[in-house]
T-cell receptor, first 117, second 111 residues
Framework: GAVVSQHPSRVICKSGTSVKIECRSL??????MFWYRQFPKQSLMLMAT?????????EQGVEKDKFLINHASLTLSTLTVTSAHPEDSSFYICSARESGGSYNEQFFGPGTRLTVL | DAKTTQPPSMDCAEGRAANLPCNHSTISGNEYVYWYRQIHSQGPQYIIH???NNETNEMASLIITEDRKSSTLILPHATLRDTAVYYCIVRVNFGNEKLTFGTGTRLTIIP
């Protein structure tokens, strides 16, 4: 099956710093990638939809200037959490939809656990 | 608005069939039923999807009622590795339709 990777898998940073998370589709091209956030004991919440070569579409309540998304190629999307604060500590998960796939399946990455001190 | 309702938790004995119900009474004619699961601290994993016919793959079976208002995911021989949160999602099957995750069912397989 299609594989999506995320890097890093775990990151700890100081409050006020920025953190970049990479999402890669390893064996397929993804026109669209999605970014989710999951707090402990809660479900996944979609943050934004990332389209290759265009601006991301953010969900209501998600600050686009704080969560910068870049989808510069068909295999890579990045999420940068700018000026991170402890309340940004969460599990960040990306998914990728295969371009021209036979059906609309999303493949998920393993997640990145961000801890802001 | 939640499109699906699932029991918050279920237990199942190892080796037995696990039957996970999902209600989706407001499902539209062009919406599919998808099932994903999330093992602790991992990304969700696709299991199966269907429109109106029952479906089976190497992981599970999906039984959809004739009126399509509910469905059941069946894991035929549950193992300890099937312990996870199972999400039932309805969505159309084209374009960039996003996945909206509800609270899911936390399935615990008991030795």
């Amino acid at each position: 099956g299609a594989v999506v990777s995320q890097h890093p898998s775990r990151v700890i940073c100081k409050s006020g710093t920025s953190v970049k998370i990479e999402c890669r589709s390893l064996d397929f091209q993804a026109t669209t990638m999605f970014w989710y956030r999951q707090f402990p004991k809660q479900s996944l919440m979609l943050m934004a939809t990332s389209n290759e070569g265009s601006k991301a579409t953010y969900e209501q309540g998600v600050e686009k200037d704080k969560f910068l998304i870049n989808h510069a190629s068909l295999t890579l999307s990045t999420l940068t959490v700018t000026s991170a604060h402890p309340e940004d500590s969460s599990f960040y998960i990306c998914s990728a939809r295969e371009s021209g796939g036979s059906y609309n399946e999303q493949f998920f990455g393993p997640g990145t656990r961000l801890t802001v001190l | 608005d939640a499109k699906t309702t699932q029991p918050p938790s279920m237990d199942c004995a190892e080796g037995r069939a696990a039957n996970l119900p999902c209600n989706h009474s407001t499902i539209s004619g062009n919406e599919y039923v998808y099932w994903y699961r999330q093992i602790h601290s991992q990304g969700p994993q696709y299991i199966i999807h269907g429109l109106k016919n029952n479906e089976t793959n190497e992981m599970a079976s999906l039984i959809i009622t004739e009126d399509r208002k509910s469905s059941t995911l069946i894991l035929p021989h549950a193992t300890l590795r099937d312990t996870a949160v199972y999400y039932c999602i309805v969505r159309v099957n084209f374009g960039n339709e996003k996945l909206t995750f509800g609270t899911g069912t936390r399935l615990t397989i008991i030795p």
